[in-house]
Each structure stands twice: as C-alpha cells, then as structure tokens.
C-alpha cells in the first residue's frame, strides 16, 4: 500500500541531540510501536500510524534504492545504519541518522525491525543529499519503483566497491569521528 500524497512543504523540522525516535514493525514494515518523539516530530497520532506501513513517513526526495539496500541488509538477519529524510503528515521533513536492526522472538525466530534514530550530522548532510540527488537523477526517468532501483542500485554498489567499504563504513566516513562514535553509543 502506497503512503497517502503529501505534498512537501520544504519546511525542515529538528528534534533535540539528546532525543531518539523510536519505532517498530512487523516483518511486512506495519508499525507496531512509534514513541512519543515519533508522533511529536512526524505529526501523526498513535492510532494514525499503528497498522499503518512504515513508508507513511516516505519522502519522495529519498532514493528508492537505498531502501532497496537497507531491506537487503535486514533479509540477511545484519543491522544497517542510513541517512534518512522523512515527511511528516503535514508535508514537512525531517533528516535522521538510523540504526534498524532485525528483531527476533525466544526462539530466535525474526518477528520484525527495530529503528532507533538520532539527529544526524549536519557535516555530512551536505554529502548525502548530494549523492541522493544523483540517485533520484538515475531515478527520474523510470515509471515503476522496481524500475528505479533496478537502474539506481548498481551505482550505490559502484561507489561501494570503489572505495573498497561497506555501506555502514560508508556512512560513518560522512560525519566526524566523534559523530560516529556517539552514534555507536
């Protein structure tokens, strides 16, 4: 099921360094837990967004691939951390630096994802929006999402092989050493 059309206002909003956004899904992405940081900053209710897929909060101005990597990365039962840009019900955004990690049951059975989000660095913004725009130029001319990422995915994993790193070494060489140290924290 495809988010509702917002139209982005272009407002950026902010949450305090020492706050988390909190959510949880199922193995299909329905939230199942969004914390009161969430709500507050993404401007829905609990009972907006419980049920509701995850991609609610979908900006348009986020490659489709990089979710493409991120849901790969989970499949494979590893965390994975990424720059985000989300959209709140009112059409505004907000920037995140998130860690999704599976979830598992006792029994060691995955139930469904944890995402925990800090405000990112600011310093590497600047970078990742300019590698997300060349994603969403790659992106731009196909009609379907699979189309999209089928096209988009090869240069995220170009760029990956051409400076020999993973996708998480990646990210955490945007920001400054303390940036990705207290992110681990």
Same mark, same amino acid.
């Given at each position: 099921?495809?988010?509702?059309?917002?139209?982005?206002?272009?407002?950026?909003?902010?949450?305090?360094?020492?706050?988390?956004?909190?959510?949880?899904?199922?193995?299909?992405?329905?939230?199942?837990?969004?914390?009161?940081?969430?709500?507050?900053?993404?401007?829905?209710?609990?009972?907006?967004?419980?049920?509701?897929?995850?991609?609610?909060?979908?900006?348009?101005?986020?490659?489709?691939?990089?979710?493409?990597?991120?849901?790969?990365?989970? #499949?494979?039962?590893?965390?994975?951390? %990424?720059? $985000?840009?989300? &959209?709140?019900?009112?059409?505004?955004? /907000?920037?995140? !630096?998130?860690?999704?990690?599976?979830?598992?049951?006792?029994?060691?059975?995955?139930?469904?994802?944890?995402?925990?989000?800090?405000?990112?660095?600011?310093?590497?913004?600047?970078?990742?929006?300019?590698?997300?725009?060349?994603?969403?130029?790659?992106?731009?001319?196909?009609?379907?999402?699979?189309? #999209?990422?089928?096209?988009?995915?090869? %240069?995220? $994993?170009?760029? &990956?092989?051409?400076?020999?790193?993973? /996708?998480?070494? !990646?990210?955490?060489?945007?920001?400054?050493?303390?940036?990705?140290?207290?992110?681990?924290?």
């Amino acid at each position: 099921m495809a988010p509702p059309t917002i139209r982005p206002t272009g407002h950026e909003r902010t949450f305090g360094k020492d706050e988390i956004i909190v959510s949880k899904t199922d193995l299909k992405g329905r939230i199942t837990y969004a914390n009161d940081v969430f709500l507050r900053v993404a401007q829905y209710t609990e009972a907006e967004v419980l049920g509701k897929p995850h991609n609610i909060i979908r900006h348009p101005a986020m490659p489709r691939c990089v979710f493409q990597l991120l849901w790969d990365t989970l #499949a494979a039962g590893e965390e994975i951390f %990424a720059y $985000v840009i989300n &959209l709140t019900k009112h059409g505004d955004h /907000y920037w995140v !630096f998130a860690h999704v990690t599976p979830s598992y049951d006792e029994a060691g059975t995955k139930i469904g994802y944890h995402s925990n989000r800090r405000v990112p660095d600011r310093h590497a913004l600047s970078k990742v929006k300019a590698l997300y725009d060349s994603l969403l130029q790659i992106e731009k001319p196909f009609r379907t999402p699979r189309e #999209a990422i089928a096209a988009s995915y090869p %240069a995220v $994993v170009d760029l &990956l092989k051409s400076q020999n790193t993973t /996708y998480d070494e !990646f990210v955490f060489s945007l920001a400054g050493e303390d940036a990705a140290a207290e992110a681990m924290s």
